[in-house]
């Protein structure tokens, strides 16, 4: 593999607290040396990162890829050199052939790091665990329902105990299936004023209570992903000052958008969870600021044919993994936060999440590296994204910041 040396450019590493003119040297896939080059050292090649960003590679939390190759594709384009799959997929990663062809697909594509979700229970119904053992052998890095709620409190209780006495963590999406029944959008005014069905915030909240009461009694190690309330904040808030294992994240849409954007019924508003309230919106934002949560693009590719339906009948989501790095720094400057820490929520805290040495730039890292020009400006078309789902509600928007080159394990995979 070619020893790279990328020089010029602004090295930036959350993790190292580093915010430096720094040159950066990469050997055998891994980071070799920063600023001055190791002796001996000739690089067989040369970047120029003259007015640009140097960071470690972007790692998202959650991202679904109906295809394969064409999103990672994507990932790579927008700067993302990590991607966490989520387990519902089509048949749900329950067992540990379909694990390991989807992470030896990935490789193959050679392009983003893969890493899957194992599936909770079997087929994802709620009622027997699936085999974590031989899952977290076959490369599942934690264990999730995905989407699907998981009913049975007591299937949960017996999940987190098997989960804590061998070190796994599990990822819930918190949304109690009873109180959110068919609903589709907030349960607010804006539902209210269009006639939709809503979702109430307790939802969310009651779901996350019964979570971190089993936690605490389990001592599992627990994530809770895509948070939408003020009053989900809240819970995890106190959970982490009393002391329990619990971590979370958020959308990168919920922090820029509410219920007001689904307008007279723009499809390309409805998400899962929906969007909520402008004081949810400024609660999942301070949790962001203050490091309480990472950002994650919630990556969902839709198609034309589920957007242009009914809002009651479109798909939820949107596509992310492009946009991710963009939306981050337009909502770090709306906040007044720093770019390093913004670069954390999107790097070091997410891997520091998976437990796994990602999301930096310290000598002998990995060599996933990000390089982006901060000043650049341009207007999104979605029609020129590379991922299959082109739905978004910032089609035509003014965008900020511009990955030009993405490197995994040391190649170059964008932008060569």
């Known amino acids: 593999m070619e020893k790279i040396s990328i ?42 990162a003259s007015e640009r960003i140097v960071c470690p590679g972007l790692v998202d939390l959650s991202a679904r890829l109906p295809g394969l190759e064409g999103e990672l594709a994507a990932a790579v384009a ?81 999940a987190m105990q098997y989960a804590a006495t061998y070190g796994y963590a599990i990822w819930l999406r918190p949304q109690d299936r009873h109180l959110a029944g068919e609903g589709i959008a907030h349960d607010g005014e804006v539902a209210s004023r269009l006639g939709l069905p809503g979702i109430p915030a307790a939802a969310e909240t009651v779901a996350i209570a019964g979570a971190l009461e089993l936690a605490r009694t389990t001592g599992v190690r627990l994530h809770l992903s895509n948070l939408s309330t003020a009053g989900g904040v809240t819970l995890v ?123 930096q730039l310290a000598v002998g890292a990995a060599a996933d590296v990000t390089i982006f020009d901060p000043l650049a400006q341009w207007t999104l078309n979605a029609n020129a994204l590379k991922s299959d789902g082109k739905s978004t509600p910032f089609n035509g928007c003014g965008m900020q910041g511009k990955v030009t080159m993405t490197l995994v394990g040391g190649r170059v995979v964008f932008g060569g």
């Open 237 to 359: 808030r106190r959970a982490r000052e009393d002391g329990l294992s619990v971590t979370c994240d958020v959308g990168i849409h919920h922090l820029h958008l509410t219920e007001m954007d689904i307008g007279y019924f723009d499809s390309a508003a409805r998400f899962a969870p929906p969007l909520r309230a402008q004081r949810d919106r400024e609660a999942l934002s301070a949790a962001a600021v203050d490091g309480l949560a990472a950002i994650c693009s919630d990556h969902t590719p839709i198609d034309e044919d589920g957007k242009q339906l009914p809002f009651g009948e479109a798909e939820a989501g949107a596509t992310g993994l492009e946009l991710l790095l963009p939306l981050t720094l337009k909502w770090a400057d709306g906040a007044g936060l720093s770019l390093t820490k913004a670069l954390a929520r999107i790097t070091s805290d997410p891997a520091a999440i998976l437990g796994l040495p990602l999301g």
């Open 78 to 158: 927008g700067g993302v050199t990590t991607v966490v799959c989520p387990p519902d997929t089509r048949p749900p990663l329950d067992e540990p052939g379909l694990v390991e062809r989807l992470v030896r697909r990935a490789a193959d594509a050679g392009l983003a790091r893969l890493l899957p979700v194992g599936a909770l229970t079997a087929s994802l119904k709620g009622e027997a665990l699936a085999e974590l053992d031989t899952l977290a052998r076959a490369g599942c890095v934690a264990f999730s329902q995905g989407r699907v709620a998981l009913v049975d409190m007591q299937v949960l209780m017996r």
């Open 7 to 48: 020089k010029n450019g602004r090295l930036i590493d959350p993790r190292q607290d580093i915010d430096a003119a720094l040159d950066l040297h990469l050997a055998d896939g891994r980071v070799a040396a920063i600023g001055k080059a190791p002796d001996g050292f000739a690089d067989a090649r040369l970047i120029d």
